[in-house]
């Protein structure tokens, strides 16, 4: 319950009386200060008043006064100029190592707030504070939104950064082991990372030349040329892939990582990995494009790809439609990929190179795309919240799966005004509605 005190003292809910320490000294907060996530104390930079003299410092707080001991912050140097210690139950005093007494305050959880977190855990509703949603303001909803959708940036451009370290710090290659990933649409979106990272891209480089080489690579690295088939294109591929693999030291992924239960045949890996072997083979997206396209329609039209010939009348090795089809990209898988792989990838290296215009630009592409039509979206919508593009869209998914799934509502707006509620306030609410 610790997490409900930080909460009371990060948003002043103190009683309605004037606040002193255990000895006497009359309190007034100025400002609780700034959570500190990290060791060391609970917040720092705050500034109280005490007996009407200002301090500025950091404060720590505890269910009991005991646990200071029990955390041995009384060994530990940091915690040497806390100006203020806030628990629930002052048990024992604390002192400062030249003796004299730290200031404390017995601080307790408001009932009410205990009552209304108790409820908005507990709640099987989606999103849990739906009921709460009506009453906020027009400017609260788009401030959390608008924070939400950078946060959504940031934890992107770290999955990014991660798989660029992973990738020998190189950028090219991480643009396509990006969009790989997202060719796989979510159900095989982890398999086709492992492919992409399986793939020794300056070896692929030195046929990019060569579509059938490239394929030959593409599939045989996914583990989709490992069968045997009568059919004669296969054959001409597993035999140049027997070459190029020796030729490489290739290691191909295991077949096994590939899902096609419940995919429309447009879906199925070996249609992806085509698409993506013409895109890679008529070099039409890579780094210096993106970062040269100015706006959604330049973006969009990097990705229009298609498939070889072979392609255009097969689904896999053993399957032969009954007439050619193009099979290209449609424009929500499209949009999909620009929402999920092209603007944080424009983020990142925004970020990487301290270029505020990229990252800019990439904010622009959200905006300026539909917003997804998901279960989320669709329970947010429900509640009151309507999405007017993917910014907003991307916006909802990471309150949804950073904060409603973790039930970490104490750092949700949306979550604070539901636990502020008073007792008035919810009569006020249910005579309303009645």
């Known amino acids: 319950m610790e997490q409900l005190l930080h909460y009371t003292w990060k948003h002043k809910i103190f009683p309605l009386c004037e606040l002193r320490t255990t000895d006497g000294r009359l309190l007034e907060v100025l400002n609780p200060g700034i959570h500190n996530t990290d060791a060391g104390p609970d917040f720092t930079g705050a500034k109280i008043k005490l007996d009407g003299i200002e301090w500025v410092g950091n404060v720590e707080l505890h269910l009991k006064t005991s646990d200071w001991f029990r955390h041995h912050h009384d060994t530990d140097a940091a915690y040497d100029n806390i100006i203020l210690h806030v ?207 100015q706006n959604l329609n330049e973006v969009s039209a990097l990705l229009l790809t298609h498939v070889s010939d072979y392609w255009r009348t097969h689904y896999t090795f053993a399957s032969q439609a009954t007439k050619p089809i193009e099979k290209t990209l449609s424009p929500s898988s499209i949009q999909l990929i620009i929402i999920n792989s092209v603007a944080p990838m424009l983020f990142a290296y925004g970020k990487y190179k301290s270029d505020q215009t990229l990252c800019d630009r990439a904010f622009t592409l959200w905006e300026q795309l539909k917003p997804e039509n998901n279960a989320i979206i669709r329970d947010w919508a429900s509640a009151g919240i309507a999405c007017e593009n993917a910014a907003d869209s991307q916006a909802l998914i990471q309150l949804h799966r950073n904060y409603c799934q973790r039930r970490d509502c104490l750092r949700c707006k949306f979550g604070y005004e539901y636990i502020r509620r008073t007792p008035g306030f919810l009569r006020e609410q249910e005579e309303g509605i009645s």
Request: hydrophobic fraction near 40%.
């Open 87 to 293: 628990a629930s139950e002052i048990d024992c005093p604390l002192r400062y190592p030249n003796g004299q007494e730290i200031p404390q305050l017995q601080l307790e959880v408001p009932a009410y707030v205990k009552e209304n977190y108790a409820e908005l855990s507990h709640n099987d509703s989606r999103p849990p504070c739906r009921n709460v949603i009506g009453d906020l303001s027009t400017f609260l909803i788009h401030n959390w939104m608008t924070s939400l959708t950078l946060e959504r940036f940031e934890e992107r451009a770290r999955q990014i950064m991660q798989r660029r370290e992973a990738l020998d710090k190189n950028w090219e290659d991480t643009l396509f082991v990006t969009l790989a990933r997202n060719f796989g649409f979510g159900i095989n979106g982890d398999a086709f990372e492992q492919w992409a990272q399986s793939i020794p891209m300056s070896a692929v480089g030195k046929h990019r030349d060569n579509l059938f080489q490239i394929e030959a690579i593409f599939f045989g690295q996914a583990g989709l040329l490992e069968a045997d088939y009568e059919d004669e294109y296969y054959q001409k591929l597993q035999k140049e892939y027997r070459y190029l693999r020796q030729k490489f030291t290739l290691t191909p992924i295991e077949v096994s990582a590939w899902k096609f239960l419940r995919l429309r045949p447009q879906n199925f890996p070996h249609i992806r990995i085509a698409q993506l072997a013409m895109l890679y083979y008529e070099q039409r997206l890579n780094l210096s494009r993106l970062l040269n396209a």
